[in-house]
T-cell receptor, first 117, second 114 residues
Framework: AQSVAQPEDQVNVAEGNPLTVKCTYSVSGNPYLFWYVQYPNRGLQFLLKYITGDNLVKGSYGFEAEFNKSQTSFHLKKPSALVSDSALYFCAVRAPVGGGSQGNLIFGKGTKLSVKP | KAGVTQTPRYLIKTRGQQVTLSCSPISGHRSVSWYQQTPGQGLQFLFEYFSETQRNKGNFPGRFSGRQFSNSRSEMNVSTLELGDSALYLC???FGAGGSYEQYFGPGTRLTVT
């Protein structure tokens, strides 16, 4: 069965410092990986995705994510955090259809990012 | 383009009642998915529709049902409401179904069951 783990419930970072939000996954086959952000009382906003090719994916608002197949990880990064980046971040994975997968999107539990001035 | 819209935004219902939530996808998007978000369980997949056909279904009881219309708009129905159905219900649309298509989410409908 496919699954996604976000090992940290909360990440605290000072403004201007680099940030990393961790995500590991377990799927059969080549995964499609996504990051979403949720601000309070809002729906999720798409940040970036990995399909194939270059392991470093760039997305919205200066975020990027690194796909590591051997470690089955897809960590979200940003070189310099802003206070406005404070939100809930979700990693999601979709396995190809077949082999027990229906191809739907599976979300991690979310990581709360807090950026202090 | 206008984003995904969901109506109503807030809803208060009593146990045993039924409720219908509505979702209008981004213009041109033919896939609509529904999720339930709660503090304890996080985001859980309910079902996905593509071109009026249910393509996938999550592990929810039969009280939860949905449909999609020819204009891609979707509705979700929950019958015989239980206290545990209190949640934020999110609708997401995408151009295609599954694969590498990213989903775009609406603001959600906050359902409170008393």
């Amino acid at each position: 069965a496919q699954s996604v783990a976000q090992p940290e419930d909360q990440v605290n970072v000072a403004e201007g410092n680099p940030l990393t939000v961790k995500c590991t996954y377990s799927v059969s086959g080549n995964p499609y990986l996504f990051w979403y952000v949720q601000y309070p009382n809002r729906g999720l906003q798409f940040l970036l995705k990995y399909i194939t090719g270059d392991n470093l994916v760039k997305g919205s608002y200066g975020f990027e994510a690194e796909f590591n197949k051997s470690q089955t990880s897809f960590h979200l990064k940003k070189p310099s955090a802003l206070v406005s980046d404070s939100a809930l971040y979700f990693c999601a994975v979709r396995a190809p259809v077949g082999g027990g997968s229906q191809g739907n999107l599976i979300f991690g539990k979310g990581t709360k990012l807090s950026v202090k001035p | 383009k206008a984003g995904v819209t969901q109506t109503p935004r807030y809803l208060i219902k009593t146990r045993g009642q039924q409720v219908t939530l509505s979702c209008s996808p981004i213009s041109g998007h033919r896939s609509v998915s529904w999720y339930q978000q709660t503090p304890g369980q996080g985001l859980q997949f309910l079902f996905e529709y593509f071109s009026e056909t249910q393509r996938n279904k999550g592990n929810f009881p039969g009280r939860f049902s949905g449909r999609q219309f020819s204009n891609s708009r979707s509705e979700m129905n929950v019958s015989t409401l239980e206290l545990g159905d209190s949640a934020l219900y999110l609708c997401a649309s995408s151009f295609g179904a599954g694969g590498s298509y990213e989903q775009y989410f609406g603001p959600g409908t906050r359902l409170t069951v008393t």
